[in-house]
């Protein structure tokens, strides 16, 4: 079966008229796969979020990875932070005395327990600058 030359035509037209919109959809879906968590990204960076839009530009993309991992991020450590006053790891919880469950008449006198040695504290590391 062949076609003549015309309706050749007319069904590449319609095949490109159902194309165009589903490539401008995915990519739609594509940008907003990039542009969402490095809007968040640059927020936390302490950047502006708006350059997250630049990341669905060629070559672009590539220099703003570059800015984002090696520029200085204008936030506050945690261990500085007046919220964190905790040290991490937390230490370990003080060791306590071992006390058996009452003893049933039909079960044998259970012998006590010693406490074990308790776990020592891990080291408190100053900030790094």
Do not use: R
């Not at 079966?1 to 069904?11: F, G, I, L, R």
């Not at 703003?64 to 261990?79: D, G, N, R, T």
């Not at 469950?101 to 308790?118: D, G, H, R, V």
């Amino acid at each position: 079966m062949h076609m003549d030359p015309a309706e050749a035509q007319q069904a590449a037209v319609h095949a490109f008229a159902v194309l165009i919109p589903m490539m401008v959809l995915l990519w739609t879906i594509g940008a907003a796969i990039l542009i969402v968590p490095f809007w968040q990204i640059f927020k936390k960076a302490g950047m502006s979020p708006a350059l997250s839009l630049l990341m669905v530009v060629p070559l672009a993309n590539l220099v703003m990875l570059y800015v984002l991992a090696f520029s200085q991020w204008k936030i506050q450590p945690a261990l500085l932070s007046p919220y964190y006053a905790y040290a991490y790891p937390p230490a370990a919880p003080a060791a306590q005395a071992y006390a058996p469950a009452q003893a049933t008449a039909a079960a044998p006198a259970a012998q006590p327990l010693t406490p074990a040695e308790p776990a020592p504290t891990p080291p408190v590391y100053p900030p790094e600058d």
